[in-house]
């Protein structure tokens, strides 16, 4: 027997069944995260030497024209080694556009190969939130001549 009603309800049901199952994938749950803590993740990450992680961070613009192999590769074995950050400042000048500066503590090797130098550093990042309401990393923007 099958009713009018029956059919609304059923797919109501399904509907709410499915959204339950989206919000514990990976992307739904970075939804309502701060620009900050997105920027905080991914530094973690890339402290970690887990760029392929951090990968996912990066606009889909820039992962567009850069393989995840490939920033995997470049960050992972850059002879500089990241060791903690911390947030340092984040300016809003739109509502979907955040510049964040983070420090972050670093090991750079010394010339001659006689042991590594500590220092800190001072990154400033744009990150904008998608139309998925998710923040991500812009990357880095090519410094014009003469910079």
């Known amino acids: 027997m099958s009713s009018p009603l029956l059919r609304p309800i059923l797919l109501a049901l399904l509907a709410a069944a499915l ?69 340092h400042s984040k300016t809003c000048a739109k509502e979907d556009t955040c510049t964040i500066i983070l420090q972050v503590d670093v090991e750079v090797p010394m010339m001659g190969g006689t042991g590594m130098a500590t220092s800190l550093g001072f990154p400033e990042e744009t990150w904008i939130r998608g139309a998925d309401g998710i923040w991500y990393y812009l990357g880095p923007t090519p410094r014009q001549a003469g910079q």
């Open 19 to 87: 959204s339950a199952c989206a919000s514990t994938g990976g992307k739904v749950k970075a939804k309502g995260v701060s620009p900050e803590d997105r920027a905080l993740e991914r530094w973690n990450l890339l402290i970690e030497r887990k760029a392929e992680l951090a990968y996912d961070y990066m606009s889909p613009g820039k992962r567009a024209i850069e393989k995840r192999e490939d920033y995997a590769s470049a960050m992972n074995n850059r002879p500089v080694r990241w060791k903690k950050v911390m947030l």
